[in-house]
């Protein structure tokens, strides 16, 4: 399943329409078709639907909509709200259609104070206003008329995107329909992910209106979902002979004397996702808290100082070689200078670099460009974490979160979990996934450590780094959905999170 912008779907339209040979008008047909199939369920024939039709595409939609609800007896009230002479094409040809089957349209131009009365009336919305064909700033009508929708708190339902919003950009100050429901054709658009913009979308739904694979493939977008079905074909098995050693020698380093939780947090999830044996590198002085709250993995006690495991004891008392995967800085501290680069450099395996590693890696980044990692490198920041290592501030890295992940990701070589509401992961090629699990109980210190210890067991179990990385994305996000079915949203904490992967998993095997 790919993640498109506007442009890009256009291209794929394009080349379905030219190359394949499928016309617009039964794409636009299909996607009326696919609206309707899966919007009939959720109706009952008292509603008052109101379909809203814009000057474009997105309003020939509409007319399709409109036509089969009303072939199907539903009570429908069809308006057109920009002068139906802009309606032209596609849409038009859409719009003859539905008049020759003997079905009415209002006009808003000469029906205002109608308009308001049948929106009050009304049960159901459905917004075919606008589509992926929007072009700056929202014009006139369509500002009051999505204003008068969005207070008349009607079940909302918009057809590919909440009119208003653009495809593939934040939002913002954007006016846009705050829809309950949004039925995007065929590919998610990036704006679905993107807040504020992502707060109008409501429920997601993605609409298969028959665009084939090879358009998909000719345009080539480089972003993906994670589906729930790919992560469950992926997910490592554990074959009957296998002994500890090949489950994965996992190292965790982190953990200074004011943050004993977080290297626990890290080390607990890295044993419940599987790692075979978890060694915990931690400052001596919290030595009894921490190997207290874990029994079963071993320890090395590093030298310290103000609290904090020093530069000196990192890169010379850890035997790396024994190992074949680290992660690195969960409560590791920022008050003593320290290094990340040296430590991981020589090291072969797959190093996840987290919270305080990344304040120490963003202020050595020449290190990185100059000798880069022949091993892979996953970076785990938070969007303040982000902006650390990019020098932007967090409002540029929410607004362009594909954008710059990406580019950090390709300029550094690195694999790239830009996290917060879905969750991006960029491999160095630059090719993205973007996950749909999780939820707001996840705002909680102490979630990310649990993610880091799931993604380094993932990384020593996988055969591809990108699956175990995403893979471990989504099931860290399906921890936090599994703990709402019995605990409040402001009340799960991170540790909650691990005692639930058990469960979780053994959901995902066939
Ligand atoms: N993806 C698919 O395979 C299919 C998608 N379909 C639907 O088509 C739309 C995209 O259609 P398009 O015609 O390109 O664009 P829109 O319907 O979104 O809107 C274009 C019209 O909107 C007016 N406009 C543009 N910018 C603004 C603005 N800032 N404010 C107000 N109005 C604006 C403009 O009209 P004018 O009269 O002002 O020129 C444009 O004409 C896609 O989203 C899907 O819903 C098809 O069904 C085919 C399959
Ligand atoms: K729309």
Redesign the pocket.
Known sequence: MYVVTGEE??Q??RY?MDQIGMS?EL??EN?GQAFVRHLVSSLSQSDDILVLI????????GFVIARLLLEQGFKVKTWVI?PEE?IKGT?KLHMNLYRHCGHPVSNYQTGEAQFSDELKDCSVVVDAL??????????EP?VKVIEQVNKARKRVIS???PSGLLASESGGERIGILADETYT??APKLSAFLYPGAGNYGELHILD?A?PKRSFEEVSPHRHLITEKKVQATLPQRLGHIHKGQAGRALVIGGADTMPGAPTLTTGACLRAGAGLVTTVIPSRIKYSVSQKITESTFLFLKDRDGEMTKKALEEDIPFEQFDGIAVGPGLGRKIAKSVHPLLYGFSGPAVIDADGLFHMSKELHLWSEKPRQSPTIITPHPGEMAMLTGCTIEEVEKRRFQCSREFALKYGVYVVLKGPFTIVTTPKGDQWVNTTGNASLAKGGSGDVLTGIILAFLLQHSTVTDAICNAVHIHGKLADKMLETHDIISVNASDLILTLPEVLKSYRY
């Not at 814009?54 to 939609?61: I, L, V």
């Open positions: 779907m256009r794929i339209d379905t617009e794409l636009m996607a814009g000057a474009g595409n997105n309003g020939g939609d920009p802009h849409a606008l589509g992926t064909g929007i072009k700056g700033s929202l014009r369509y057809v590919d995107i054709l065929q209106i665009i």
